[in-house]
């Protein structure tokens, strides 16, 4: 299947009370291990790329090429969206033009007012390409790509104004976190949550920072109109701890054990099964 728009999936996952995995993907690895284990599993699926990814792969256009070769050779069947993750104004138009089906604007940082009006346009834009748009209210704790967000609690008020704008989904902050969560953390705030999914009125929730939130609260957040869960941080830890182990073993000095193609493929695995094991829990499995 041809690389799509996030729009349909998620409004589909909304109305059928389920949630698709934004994957974030820094490699060839990283593409390949969730391709092939969303069509295993015929599960629909957002490929998150960060600016700071995007860069360090070569660009943009770079990762539209390699997620379309990749596609093509793997045969995917399934709903594929590119989506630019916490994309700044500048980065956003950058993601448009090389083909991106999917832009996350993150304006959270600004003035509210700017932040909407940059959001209207970004969306304007957007949709006359057919791509789909995330806008952010509230900043996520922790950090990704070097802003720290210190997680306040979206303004319902705010929500209501900015998913007017016609956004195809929108992230709240409702103490999520992004990276590792920390012993203390009180876990996420239903009443946060209730209040925005009134005011969003329909519009797909996104709940970024899935690495650490128990499961429990990651269904309950779908079961309240979360249609979409981003995670990264804990394919990172498992596609390290397997490098670890494999090196730590001694595994790299047997035969060709240092063969790149060797090297990496535990870290692969690993990172298959933690999709795998998303992709069950959020209840995407045979929903393409």
């Known amino acids: 299947m041809s690389v799509v728009s996030a729009r349909e999936m998620l409004f589909k996952a909304r109305k059928e009370g389920y949630g698709v995995a934004q994957i974030n993907v820094n490699n060839l690895e990283w593409i390949k291990a969730v391709l092939t284990t969303v069509e295993e599993l015929k599960s629909p699926v957002i490929l998150g790329v960060s600016e700071g990814a995007a860069k360090y792969m070569g660009g943009y256009k770079n990762v539209m090429a390699m997620v379309h070769a990749l596609d093509e050779f793997y045969k995917v069947s399934v709903p594929v ?130 690495t650490g939130i128990p499961a429990d609260q990651v269904k309950k957040a779908i079961s309240m109109g979360v249609s979409k869960i981003n995670v990264n941080t804990e394919l990172q830890l498992a596609f390290a701890a397997a490098t670890r182990k494999y090196i730590e073993e001694g595994k790299d000095l047997e035969g060709k054990g240092f063969d ?25 499995v045979n929903k393409a």
């Open 81 to 210: 969206a590119v989506h630019l993750d916490h994309g700044t104004y500048e980065g956003a138009y950058k993601a448009l033009e090389a083909g991106f089906t999917s832009i996350m604007f993150d304006g959270s940082h600004y003035p509210f007012e700017e932040n909407l009006a940059k959001t209207k346009e970004i969306v304007a834009v957007c949709h006359a390409k057919g791509v789909s748009v995330e806008a952010e209210v509230g900043a996520i704790g922790g950090e990704e790509d070097g802003v720290v967000g210190m997680g306040e609690v979206a303004d319902p008020k705010e929500c209501e104004v900015i998913a007017a704008t016609g956004v195809d989904m929108f992230a709240a902050g409702i103490g999520n976190i992004h990276g590792k969560y920390p012993a203390n953390w009180p876990g996420l705030r239903f009443d946060v949550l209730e209040n925005v999914a009134k005011v969003t009125k329909g519009v797909p929730l996104v709940l970024h920072g899935g």
């Open 260 to 284: 790149p193609r060797k090297l990496l493929e535990p870290g692969y695995k690993a990172m298959k099964q933690v999709i795998k094991d998303k992709l069950e829990m959020f209840g995407s």
